[in-house]
């Protein structure tokens, strides 16, 4: 049975989630982030270190693992409908909690890409199962309250986990890496204590909630000849080149601009990550309805287009001063664009979505931003580090996903 939010919500209950399975969620994702943070600050520093893995084949194995994983989340939401999500979840967490403590044995680019290949795919399988559980457990209006919530706790643990990590690079040890990679296995302990605290969905099926046979359900549609999900897909995944541009190549592209400060390059990702945090609460009631998810994402692909232009006109000034608050400004203004984004396509991918079919709905839409990880890293990385125009591709990319996503949202059913 799914729930609804009564009554007015506490600060708690905005950034933890509230009482009941929305918190424990919203725990479960900080827990899970914790662990993700100290794990991807420590892989590369141990693999080129300790396990004579080149930068080179670190790169590939990720994108070789990346591409192989491709297809996890709609695998998983077809067994989430089958099943029920908190089944696929647990089993997610607990086969990601062996896997991860067996990096402690890694000592060759075989024995990487081997585990890389497994637990790429569940960790994108995780996703769409904690994901599918929150649409099913929860009435429309009150998803998006909730899932802000998670990604606030989600957004915590993983600067937490980033913070944590640099404990153990200050040893610098194997033996102090082989330990932070046992202590994010044994976190998944606790992930999974709390996932134990969760009642079960039940599946889509004939039988209604009070047990009672009930008809047989209409057939539903696939989400691969639904021409509305799909377009909404392809918007999302334009949009979502917002979530490379921060990660992989801001940092890069700061390294390349010789007279662009690039001490700032934490300052400003600590920025986006406490802003975030604040955000993603305060923004999540102004997006419940088709009708503000579209406001949003207008607003969204404004404050991307802002973004890129104001990196733009950062590269081409010689003014060390005017570059820092340009630099300041954009990541503001990206960091606002990829908020309010998220917000606005969760309510759409779901609202959009049949109950009957959500796990593989899901599972669709998620193929977009897998599609974009793969391809998205090379492909802005060579444009942005070759010429400052390459913020330009990011313009037309955002500005264009915004309007897909629009066209998606505002056709009649």
Same mark, same amino acid.
């Not at 075989?110 to 585990?115: P, Q, R």
């Not at 125009?389 to 915004?402: D, E, H, N, R, Y």
């Given at each position: 049975?799914?729930?609804?939010?009564?009554?007015? &919500?506490?600060?708690?209950?905005?950034?933890?989630?509230?009482?009941?399975?929305?918190?424990?969620? =919203?725990?479960?994702?900080?827990?899970?982030?914790?662990?993700?943070? $100290?794990?991807? @600050?420590?892989?590369?520093?141990?693999?080129?270190?300790?396990?004579?893995?080149?930068?080179?084949?670190?790169?590939?194995?990720?994108?070789? @693992?990346?591409?192989?994983?491709? &297809?996890?989340?709609? $695998?998983?939401?077809?067994?989430?409908?089958?099943?029920?999500?908190? *089944?696929?979840?647990?089993?997610?967490?607990?086969?990601?909690?062996?896997?991860?403590? #067996?990096?402690?044995?890694?000592?060759?680019?075989?024995?990487?890409?081997?585990?890389?290949?497994?637990?790429?795919?569940?960790?994108?399988?995780?996703?769409?199962?904690?994901?599918?559980?929150?649409?099913?457990?929860?009435?429309?209006?009150?998803?998006?309250?909730?899932?802000?919530?998670?990604?606030?706790?989600?957004?915590?643990?993983?600067?937490?986990?980033?913070? %944590? @990590?640099?404990?153990?690079?200050?040893?610098?040890?194997?033996?102090?890496?082989?330990?932070?990679?046992?202590?994010?296995?044994?976190?998944?302990?606790?992930?999974?204590?709390?996932?134990?605290?969760? *009642?079960?969905?039940?599946?889509?099926?004939?039988?209604?909630?009070?047990?009672?046979?009930? +008809?047989? *359900? /209409?057939?539903?549609? @696939?989400?691969?000849?639904?021409?509305?999900?799909?377009?909404?897909?392809?918007?999302?995944?334009?949009?979502? %080149?917002?979530?490379?541009?921060?990660?992989?190549?801001? /940092?890069?592209?700061? =390294?390349?601009? *010789?007279?662009?400060?690039? +001490?700032?390059?934490?300052?400003?990702?600590? &920025?986006?990550?406490?802003?975030?945090?604040?955000?993603?609460?305060?923004?999540? +009631?102004?997006?419940?309805?088709?009708?503000? =998810?579209?406001?949003?994402?207008?607003?969204?692909? #404004?404050?991307?287009?802002?973004?890129? =232009?104001?990196?733009?006109?950062?590269?081409?000034?010689?003014?060390?001063?005017?570059?820092?608050?340009?630099?300041? $400004?954009?990541? $503001?203004?990206?960091?606002?664009? +990829?908020?309010?984004?998220?917000?606005?396509?969760?309510?759409?991918?779901?609202?959009?979505? /049949?109950?009957?079919?959500?796990?593989?709905?899901?599972?669709?839409?998620?193929?977009?931003?897998?599609?974009?990880?793969?391809?998205?890293?090379?492909?802005?990385?060579?444009?942005? %580090?070759?010429?400052?125009?390459?913020?330009?591709?990011?313009?037309?990319?955002?500005?264009?996903?915004?309007?897909?996503?629009?066209?998606?949202?505002?056709?009649?059913?």
């Amino acid at each position: 049975m799914s729930e609804s939010i009564a009554g007015k &919500l506490t600060l708690t209950d905005r950034y933890v989630g509230p009482r009941g399975p929305g918190r424990t969620i =919203a725990v479960a994702g900080f827990v899970d982030m914790l662990g993700v943070g $100290l794990h991807l @600050s420590l892989l590369p520093l141990f693999l080129v270190t300790f396990a004579g893995v080149t930068p080179a084949q670190v790169g590939l194995v990720v994108s070789v @693992s990346g591409a192989a994983a491709f &297809l996890a989340p709609y $695998l998983a939401g077809h067994i989430s409908d089958r099943v029920g999500p908190l *089944p696929v979840w647990r089993v997610a967490v607990a086969l990601r909690m062996v896997g991860y403590g #067996l990096f402690i044995f890694i000592d060759s680019v075989w024995s990487y890409g081997l585990l890389a290949l497994i637990l790429t795919p569940l960790d994108r399988a995780t996703g769409n199962a904690q994901l599918s559980y929150l649409i099913a457990k929860f009435d429309p209006d009150a998803r998006n309250v909730t899932m802000a919530a998670v990604r606030s706790c989600r957004n915590a643990g993983l600067s937490i986990g980033l913070l %944590v @990590s640099s404990v153990f690079i200050a040893v610098g040890s194997k033996q102090a890496y082989q330990a932070a990679f046992l202590v994010n296995a044994l976190s998944f302990l606790l992930l999974l204590g709390a996932l134990s605290r969760l *009642p079960a969905v039940l599946p889509p099926g004939p039988d209604s909630p009070s047990g009672a046979p009930a +008809e047989a *359900p /209409p057939a539903t549609r @696939s989400p691969w000849t639904d021409r509305r999900y799909l377009t909404l897909t392809l918007g999302d995944a334009l949009m979502s %080149v917002h979530t490379t541009v921060l990660f992989i190549v801001f /940092p890069l592209w700061m =390294a390349a601009q *010789p007279h662009l400060p690039t +001490e700032l390059v934490g300052v400003l990702l600590a &920025l986006n990550s406490v802003a975030t945090v604040l955000l993603q609460p305060l923004l999540s +009631e102004h997006g419940v309805g088709l009708r503000n =998810a579209a406001r949003l994402i207008r607003l969204a692909g #404004l404050s991307l287009v802002a973004a890129g =232009a104001l990196f733009w006109a950062a590269s081409l000034t010689d003014a060390r001063l005017i570059a820092i608050v340009l630099l300041v $400004l954009a990541m $503001l203004s990206l960091t606002l664009g +990829e908020n309010v984004h998220e917000v606005a396509v969760f309510e759409a991918c779901h609202r959009l979505a /049949p109950d009957a079919a959500m796990g593989r709905y899901l599972g669709v839409f998620n193929l977009g931003d897998a599609a974009q990880r793969v391809v998205g890293p090379y492909a802005l990385t060579a444009l942005l %580090v070759a010429s400052p125009a390459g913020w330009g591709a990011f313009i037309v990319l955002t500005g264009l996903g915004s309007a897909v996503v629009l066209r998606s949202i505002g056709e009649k059913r």
